[in-house]
């Protein structure tokens, strides 16, 4: 078999063996699902009111804020998602099992690869549920197919760039509280951008880190697809940061794997 063969065949071996660990493990998955949901409803119907009045809609109230907050909510659900996959990383390399696996003849990245490929699929089951839960409670898409295919999309990249970012986190981590604890502002960026809030309505001095850094974009972009409004400029930004996080995750932890898996 060609290299490419191999390295097909042993990541959908390890891709594999991550999803059986979603199922045995199913608190993790229930976890990540749950922590966004809990953070929808409370931003809602907690501070929906107040909020969404403040938005100068036609409509205000909660409706209107849960319109504008989802996208907000999704990105959390997509970086809880990531984090799970730097834990999961670090107890590998910290457990021993990398070390094993160097020892077959595999594919030596197969094991990134299943990796990221597994947080995905789990990333995408808790995002659709997310959905699910902001439909029930009143949220409308003015979406067409082809939006509604562009948001998932979007989100499948912005996926795909925080996991490699956090198999790095994962690899250079000293232990699971370590990889836990490395990505955390990831968690935090969509408070401090457009994802609650408009960035108008913020400080000068916030108001330009907001507007500048990635989740802003990537945040603008989800909500103008989902709500069928123009996103501008914002798509071919949130890409670029995407492109841009995703070539630095993989190269740093192609870095990191190469090196002497002994700690």
């Known amino acids: ?11 959908a071996t390890m891709l594999r063996r991550q999803l059986r660990h979603m199922l045995r493990y199913v608190s993790m998955t229930l976890t990540l699902i749950g922590m966004p ?8 119907y907690v501070f929906g009111g107040t909020l969404g009045a403040g938005l100068g809609g036609p409509a205000g109230g909660r409706e209107e804020y849960l319109e504008y907050v989802l996208p907000g ?4 659900a997509v970086a809880t998602g990531a984090i799970g996959t730097a834990i999961s990383v670090n107890m590998d390399m910290t457990e021993g099992i990398v070390a094993r696996f160097r020892t077959m003849a595999i594919f030596r990245r197969s094991v990134l690869t299943g990796h990221v490929l597994g947080s995905m699929i789990q990333t995408m089951l808790s995002l659709a549920v997310v959905t699910a839960v902001a439909v029930l409670i009143g949220f409308r898409a003015d979406a067409t197919p082809v939006e509604w295919a562009g948001t998932v999309g979007v989100l499948a990249a912005i996926s795909f760039a925080l996991t490699w970012l956090c ?9 699971p509280e370590a990889a836990s604890n490395l990505p955390q ?7 401090l951008g457009s994802g609650f809030v408009p960035t108008e309505s913020m400080p000068t001095w916030l108001r330009w880190f907001a507007e500048y850094q990635p989740f802003t974009p990537m945040m603008d972009t989800v909500r103008g697809l989902l ?3 123009a ?3 914002s798509a071919v930004i949130a890409l670029a940061w995407c492109a841009g996080i995703a070539l630095v995750g993989y190269l740093w932890s192609r870095k990191l794997y190469n090196r002497d898996p002994i700690r």
């Open 1 to 11: 078999m060609s290299t490419l063969t191999y390295a097909v065949v042993d990541s």
């Open 37 to 44: 949901i809990v953070l929808l409803l409370l931003f809602v």
């Open 73 to 76: 909510v999704l990105l959390i």
């Open 167 to 175: 198999v790095a986190f994962g690899l250079v981590a000293k232990n």
């Open 185 to 191: 502002p990831l968690v935090f960026l969509p408070f």
């Open 227 to 229: 709500l069928g409004t």
């Open 231 to 233: 996103i501008g400029n």
